[in-house]
């Protein structure tokens, strides 16, 4: 299939993915002018009986209204082609997410919880998933996961070890019982959910082996890593989340995805984790140092971004604070505001884009933390602890620093230059309260970073006379910045 191609009603617009299960394109339904996403199964590899079975496990599928579930919409066999209409959802699969490092242990946390509800509906409706893996699971950007391909197991021999000895599926993600070739329910996709729980606390999977084969003889024969060796922070109780999910006998496991959650939902609640634990003992930042002087002006010179990258993460560490449950106040009695700079979108392929991109965050957090008229009215998260924790999105800022702002935005090439689109996120009730565009030139360095910088300063002015700080802080900006700014 190509882009123009159309297929029922359907009309190509590009291809999504390609794995052994068939191929995945974007396309648009003619008739209900929607995008969906078409799932195209291997041709001449399906009897009669196949194509019963696929349509009775897809009306079922279609039976599970949650919103941690990917909607299908129907089953249609055209031009000799047996494919699979369901919704086509904006994000990025969880794998990618995973391959640049392990996640923040509250976001794994809050991903896992949101899989367990869907897997519970699903099961509820006697639908067991049977591929729960990275690559079937959706986040948007607002980190709300969708998992896909629910019902497509086409026959229960599917899951099964072919007398070839090759498994049909994801070994790595396989249960014992599925991995020898036995009926499975429901517990074997909490066992999937354990892989995934591990691959994203730790960022590998718990049983890497060089083939396949090798990988089912770990499964059914060897124990995990210790998570804790893999990240010594996981909290105690969380380690026991996974173990008890990657329990060998299924009557040792979760018996129920709901159960799974509740537990990660107290431990989400009431965690002190090692992260929340070091934030305790910091305190809140009330006005310049010497120090912090000397690092505006290096923040203003330098051209090395990873400079000041530390710069800003070192100074701004000691002073940081954990999430509140009132307002922040300065000396004058006004409320200080939290922003989290979040890493950037980087639109196409161009890996030097993200090099810049993570670059300018450092440069950014940097600026709203030094930036003189400002002090005692902005703090910035450190850039570096945004990494560390792999926050994404707004509602995480919020939920593990207490930010009640967020920038949040995306880098696209345009020409030799990259052009930067910010967003101002309240993340209270996630309202964009302003906007910004602006362009870095890889030839003039400089220049493009202080524009970057004066681009900030605007929202930080757009920060402050939002709770009630004097007109006067917003006057030297350019009329390009007040064009983009959204009341």
Known sequence: ?????????????????????????????????????????????LTDKDKKRLL??????????????????????????????????????????ISRGPLGIGFAIDIAIQIANGLEQAHELGVVHRDIKSTNVIVDAGGH??????????????????????????PAYMSPEQARGF???RRTDIWSLGVLLFEMVTGRLPFVRDHDAAVVHSILSDEPPAVSSLRPETPEALRK????????????????????????????????DADIQALSTLTVFMGPTPAIRRRRAFVALSLVFLCVAAAAGFAYYGR?????????????????????????????????ARTTADGLVEILTAALSDLERFHGKIMAVPASEIRRRGIESPEEA??????????????????????????????????????????????EPMQ????????????????????????????????????????
Request: charged share 25%; glycine share 10%.
């Open 183 to 185: 009926e499975v329910d």
């Open 398 to 443: 919020r939920r593990v620093y207490g930010a009640n702002l967020a920038i949040a935005g995306t880098a696209q090439p345009l020409g030799k230059a990259l052009q930067f689109t910010l967003n101002l996120i309240e993340t209270g009730q996630l309202k964009q309260v302003g906007a910004r565009i602006f362009e870095y030139d890889p030839a």
């Open 145 to 170: 996961v969708s998992i896909l391909d629910f019902g497509l197991a086409l026959r229960s021999g599917l899951t099964r070890l072919t007398v070839q000895g090759h498994a049909a599926g994801t």
């Open 1 to 45: 299939m190509t882009s123009g191609d159309t297929i029922s009603r359907y009309r190509i617009i590009g291809p999504l993915g390609k794995g052994g299960m068939g191929e995945v394109y974007k396309a648009e339904d003619t008739r209900l002018q929607r995008p969906v996403a078409l799932k195209f199964l291997p041709p001449g590899v």
């Open 56 to 97: 009775n496990e897809a009306q079922s599928a279609a039976l599970i209204r949650h919103p941690n579930v990917c909607p299908i919409y129907d089953v249609e066999e055209a031009d000799g082609q047996i494919f699979i209409a369901m919704a086509y959802i904006e994000g990025e699969t969880l794998a990618r997410k």
């Open 241 to 272: 989340v996974i173990e008890t999910a990657l329990a060998k006998k299924p009557d040792r496991r979760w018996q129920r995805a709901k159960d799974m959650a509740a537990e990660l939902k107290r431990i989400q609640g009431t965690r002190p």
């Open 448 to 487: 493009s970073r202080n524009r970057a910088v004066d681009q900030m300063a605007g929202f930080a002015r757009l920060c402050v006379d939002s709770g009630g700080a004097p007109s006067h802080l917003g006057r030297g900006y350019s009329n390009a910045e007040r064009i983009y700014s959204v009341p």
């Open 320 to 352: 940081h604070k954990p999430p509140q449950t009132q307002p922040v106040i300065t000396r004058e009695g006004a409320e200080i505001k939290e922003v989290a700079v979040l890493p950037f979108r980087i639109i196409g392929t161009d890996e030097s």
